[in-house]
């Protein structure tokens, strides 16, 4: 059975950085680009970034390019979300997600994580 | 960006009727790029269908997807009091990828 995890998340000022992190069991990560995708408490769905399988392309979404940086350890199992310069707008849960394709991107999500609250408040 | 618009926000139905739900997209989604999630409270959204009209094997075949170009339709036969939850659409023709604002089924 596959597993997202993420982890990471927590409350933090305006302005401040957070590093969220995302493993999973169950599925070779290495094999699939991982998205990250976030829900602001009570609204719908927006996708923040996602990087290929061998961590060749990385795409972002407006909202957070210069921001954000997505990244995946050597492995390739554990995929990082550094956000920087944090938005009171950036307050959300965020999940990883698996991507479709194995070794190319889907740009659609089969496995999704339970998701790790950011809080960005003063 | 792709601007995904579904209707209705809500829609409410008893179990056994059918349901309809529209995506309908600012610009054409390309190759039918388009898929459908499923997220009940508290839970991450499943994928559902993708490529417009190919549905995942954690769902039964109750559920169609359809349409092309800057149409799309979401059909549900026979509702069964698990299928009520909320429906989102997304797009992955172009980034960034998005999302429609979503459609809540609910029991009525």
């Known amino acids: 059975q596959v597993q997202l995890v993420e982890s990471g998340g927590g409350v933090v000022q305006p302005g401040r950085s957070l590093r969220l992190s995302c493993a999973a069991s169950g599925v070779t990560l290495s094999f699939y680009a991982v998205h990250w995708v976030r829900q602001a408490p009570g609204k719908g769905l927006e996708w923040v970034a996602v990087i290929s399988y061998d961590g060749s392309e990385r795409y972002y979404a407006d909202s957070v390019k210069g921001r954000f940086t997505i990244s995946r350890d050597k492995s390739g199992n554990t995929v990082y979300l550094q956000m920087n310069g944090l938005r009171v707008g950036d307050t959300a849960t965020y999940h990883c997600?698996?991507?479709?394709?194995?070794?190319?991107?889907?740009?659609?999500?089969?496995?999704w994580g339970q998701g790790t609250l950011v809080t960005v408040s003063s | 960006e792709v601007v995904l618009t579904q209707s209705p926000g809500t829609l409410s139905l008893s179990p056994g009727e059918r349901a309809t739900l529209s995506c309908r997209a600012s610009q054409s989604v390309g190759t039918n790029q388009l898929a459908w999630y499923q997220q009940k409270p508290g839970q991450a959204p499943r994928l559902l269908i993708y490529d417009a009209s190919s549905r995942t094997t954690a769902f039964p075949d109750r559920f169609r997807g359809s349409g092309s170009g800057t149409d799309f339709t979401l059909t549900v036969d026979r509702l069964e009091p698990e299928d009520f939850a909320l429906y989102y659409c997304?797009?992955?023709?172009?980034?960034?990828?998005?999302f429609g604002q979503g459609t809540r089924l609910e029991i009525k």
């Open positions: 997304q797009q992955y023709a172009a980034t960034p990828i998005t």
């Open positions: 997600a698996r991507d479709w394709g194995v070794r190319r991107t889907m740009f659609y999500f089969d496995d």
